[in-house]
């Protein structure tokens, strides 16, 4: 079964830290996302990558930085953690081939103290 | 860019009633519209999309429809069910390289047994 996988479920970290979030796609998809998730707001675009060391910035980028060495993998970095960053995180991938819907990993639930 | 509206936030339903979530669009480029469904803990699932040279699809007891000239779009749910318990999100992409997509803000749909 085909799946987007990020590594942790939970995390809570501490204001100032740098913070990792890791997402690995076994589908070979070129494209690939990360989302965060608030109440009432949806689903906002972080950044994205249509190829290996290829990165756009989305609609909200301040205080995040991104990652992507291998097609794969693509890392969500928190320079400095803080509250306003206690969120659920997204990661998505799509293939470049044909108009079709994105894959989601099932989240990563952050929690800044 | 795009702006995606996505009405109601909440919805309630009766076992057996119908519900439908209504989305609008503002980016007449736009030309696939995905709807996703997230369940408690999970990330979001692709149910069902629309392409913009279709005004109509159906799977079983949901259904899309689409109006391009209104910039309208609507998810149906028929003969709802308690495991339809979920948030339902919509989407607009241009269909450009990359897929991105706009998402509205969801709906949480309760099904009452």
């Known amino acids: 079964d085909v799946k987007v996988t990020q590594s942790s479920r939970y995390l809570v970290k501490r204001t100032g830290e740098k913070v990792f979030l890791e997402c690995v796609q076994d589908m070979d998809h070129e494209n690939m996302f990360w989302y965060r998730q608030d109440p009432g707001l949806g689903l906002r675009l972080i950044y994205f990558?249509?190829?290996?060391?290829?990165?756009e910035k989305g609609d909200i980028p301040e205080g995040y930085s991104v990652s992507r060495e291998k097609k794969e993998r693509f890392s969500l970095i928190l320079e400095s953690a803080s509250t306003n960053q206690t969120s659920m995180y997204l990661c998505?991938?799509?293939?470049?081939?044909?108009?079709?819907?994105?894959?989601f990993g099932s989240g990563t639930r952050l929690t800044v103290v | 860019g795009e702006n995606v509206e996505q009405h109601p936030s909440t919805l309630s339903v009766q076992e057996g009633d119908s519900a439908v979530i209504k989305c609008t669009y503002s980016d007449s480029a736009s030309n696939y519209f995905p709807w996703y469904k997230q369940e408690l803990g999970k990330g979001p699932q692709l149910i069902i999309d629309?392409?913009?040279?279709?005004g109509e699809k159906k799977d079983q007891r949901i259904a899309v429809t689409l109006n391009k000239t209104a910039k309208h779009f609507s998810l149906h749910i028929t003969e709802t069910q308690p495991e339809d318990s979920a948030v339902y999100f919509c989407a607009a992409s241009p269909g450009e390289t990359g897929n991105q997509f706009y998402f509205g803000t969801g709906t949480s749909l309760t099904v009452i047994p």
């Open positions: 998505a991938s799509s293939s470049s081939q044909g108009s079709v819907g994105y894959t």
């Open positions: 990558s249509y190829d290996v060391k290829m990165k």
């Open positions: 629309i392409r913009s040279n279709v």
